[in-house]
């Protein structure tokens, strides 16, 4: 069985619907945007620590911790997954139009 990003965005998507009391998801979304939002940047910190550390497996769980609270801010905030990967194509595709340019000298 393979988990993806998609799969977790609709999983959120489904728990804003159910009560705080069922839900983790829930009850940071009903504690509002701010709320969210510290809580993935205390995620990011947690991420940053445990990338310097040499426990690969702590990163991972914090890496993970890190996604999965910034898809609720994400969904908190109306974004979904696609607006992310269109921009990083727009972007890749304007570093392609230099690397091209830049080729050309
Ligand atoms: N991926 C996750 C996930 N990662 C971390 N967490 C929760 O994030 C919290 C992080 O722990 P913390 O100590 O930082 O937070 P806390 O002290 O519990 O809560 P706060 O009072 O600090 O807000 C834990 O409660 C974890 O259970 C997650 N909770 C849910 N998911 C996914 O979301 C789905 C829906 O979860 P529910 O909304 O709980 O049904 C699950 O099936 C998973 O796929």
Same mark, same amino acid.
């Given at each position: !069985? ?9 999983? +959120?998507?489904?728990? +804003?619907? @159910? ?11 009903? &504690? ?5 939002? /510290? /809580? !993935?940047?205390? =995620?990011?910190?947690? @991420?940053? +620590? ?5 426990? &690969?497996? %702590? ?7 890190? +996604? ?5 801010? !994400? =969904?908190?905030?109306?974004? #979904?997954? &696609?607006? #992310?990967? $269109?921009?990083?194509?727009? %972007? ?5 139009? $230099? =690397? &091209? $340019?830049?080729? /050309?000298?």
């Amino acid at each position: !069985m393979t988990f993806t990003l998609a799969d977790l965005e609709k999983r +959120i998507s489904e728990r +804003i619907h @159910t009560t705080a009391a069922e839900s983790y998801t829930r009850s940071l979304i009903d &504690k509002g945007i701010a709320h969210c939002a /510290k /809580k !993935m940047g205390e =995620e990011a910190f947690e @991420t940053a +620590i445990a990338a310097v550390q040499e426990d &690969k497996g %702590r990163f991972v769980s914090e890496a993970a911790d890190l +996604i999965y609270h910034l898809m609720v801010l !994400m =969904e908190a905030r109306g974004v #979904v997954l &696609k607006d #992310v990967e $269109a921009e990083l194509e727009r %972007r890749t595709a304007q570093s392609g139009h $230099a =690397e &091209k $340019a830049s080729r /050309k000298g």
